[in-house]
């Protein structure tokens, strides 16, 4: 009973510890002239669904919730942050080249269209960032006509 004692206060300290690494912050506060409806037309209605279900990770500006202060909770989301910015970034689109913007609009239906995006482990907890059937026609039409107007430009 007295290791798991030890044990148990070694854990505590080394999980009051690690609160004192925190995190980068993705916030830059700012909207940069490449962001996506500064390049392509993104009705009101599709860019309240994108900055409420997709932002948090693939943007500059991310809503942090409570548990993203408590270690190891906001390694885990800068990682999802770090990695979700890797494959699109809606702040960056613009500065994609138009083959690398077909892309990612392609992209962006098909992860909706088979449901990967948003990411099963992100609504766990963001319950408001489910996708309604509505909401993923919604998105889906639109990268798609995008897509095609793309496509046209060439």
């Known amino acids: 009973m007295h290791r798991v004692k030890k044990l148990l206060l070694a854990l505590f300290i080394v999980f009051l510890a690690i609160q004192f690494i925190q995190p980068a912050r993705n916030n830059s506060g700012q909207v940069a002239l490449s962001e996506i409806s500064e390049c392509i037309h993104v009705p009101d209605n599709v860019l309240a669904v994108i900055k409420n279900s997709c932002c948090d990770c693939h943007s500059n500006n991310t809503r942090y919730p409570w548990y993203s202060f408590i270690q190891p909770g906001g390694w885990w989301m800068a990682s999802h942050i770090k990695k979700g910015k890797k494959n699109l970034n809606f702040d960056e689109?613009?500065?994609?080249?138009?083959?690398?913007?077909?892309s990612k609009l392609q992209s962006i239906a098909n992860s909706i269209n088979d449901g990967t995006m948003p990411i099963p482990s992100y609504l766990l907890l963001h319950n408001a960032a489910h996708l309604s059937k509505?909401?993923?026609?919604?998105?889906?039409?639109w990268a798609n006509t995008n897509l095609d107007s793309l496509t046209n430009k060439n």
């Open 134 to 141: 509505e909401d993923k026609k919604l998105i889906i039409d």
């Open 93 to 102: 689109f613009g500065n994609y080249s138009i083959v690398k913007q077909k």
